[in-house]
């Protein structure tokens, strides 16, 4: 749509995770800290073009505003047809 043209575009990404808490106690949490990535990117393009071009891409990707706002999951479960929810079932006590 804008016209802008890349020739040639590399990514390296490197994701960064750790987790704690217990499985059998249902604490478990799993995260995220740093998604780092790099392009390499060739355009005939003006820098200011290839800008513009970037900010559209972040803005307008799906995944990337979704991780940006975790709130945005709504879960419903049914369990053998009927509806279910988990937090009627504390964690076990040890």
């Not at 800008?51 to 799906?62: D, I, P, S, V």
């Not at 995944?63 to 047809?81: E, M, S, Y």
């Amino acid at each position: 749509m804008m016209k802008v043209e890349v020739s040639n575009v590399t990514a390296t990404i490197a994701l960064h995770v750790a987790s704690e808490g217990s499985v059998l106690a249902q604490t478990v949490q799993a995260r995220a800290d740093k998604i780092e990535i790099h392009y390499e990117i060739e355009s005939s393009n003006t820098p200011a073009e290839v800008a513009g071009l970037l900010k559209n891409a972040r803005n307008g990707c799906y995944v990337r505003q979704t991780i940006a706002d975790p709130k945005l999951f709504h879960d419903t479960v049914n369990l053998n047809g009927s509806p279910f929810n988990m937090d009627d079932y504390p964690a076990p006590t040890r």
